[in-house]
């Protein structure tokens, strides 16, 4: 039983570590800071305190990489994560979003923060600090009100 257990340990740990070379490319990109959200829309202070503690990490190309997104199988999950929120919405490339693509955009951090769909609950485990406070959402929320507006404002003076 002893033996077994032993060589159930050693198979485990080895497997731990065989893994520990499939490692997924943790990147963040290099975009021009005109390129970015802050410098076409200018975030009010508190919008951009919640975004920084709450968004960045997974919804730009400034990610903050943990030690943990070094270690399979985790790493394989945040690299994941990450790579899918940049996919859906990437503030480090916002110039790329047609106006109204913009506008429908921040109506969804909006929504998405009010309806708790944001931050991940998976990312909140870890980041306690990430949670945004009833506060925290309608300070966003306004700011994504106004900035929404500007884009539709913009928009018709476009036609």
Avoid at 3 to 9: A, E, N, Q
Avoid at 58 to 74: G, M
Avoid at 103 to 112: R, T, V
Avoid at 138 to 154: D, Q
Wanted: aromatic fraction near 6%; charge should be neutral; hydrophobic fraction near 35%.
């Amino acid at each position: 039983m002893k033996r077994g257990l032993k060589i159930i340990g050693l198979v485990l740990v080895l497997g731990l570590l065989g893994i520990q070379v499939m490692r997924p490319e943790r990147t963040n990109p290099v975009s021009p800071s005109e390129r970015h959200l802050a410098s076409r829309l200018p975030m009010t202070p508190e919008a951009a305190a919640v975004f920084e503690r709450s968004c960045r990490d997974c919804h730009s190309n400034e990610t903050r990489w943990p030690w943990y997104s070094q270690i399979a199988p985790t790493s394989w999950f945040v690299v994941n994560h990450v790579n899918h929120a940049r996919s859906h919405l990437n503030v480090s490339e916002w110039d790329r979003y047609e106006p109204r693509k913009a506008a429908h955009h921040l109506e969804e951090m909006c929504e998405n923060a009010r309806d708790r769909k944001m931050p991940l609950p998976s990312y909140l485990w870890i980041h306690r600090g990430a949670r945004p406070s009833e506060a925290d959402i309608e300070a966003l929320c306004a700011w994504t009100e106004t900035a929404g507006a500007s884009l539709h404002l913009s928009e018709r003076d476009d036609h």
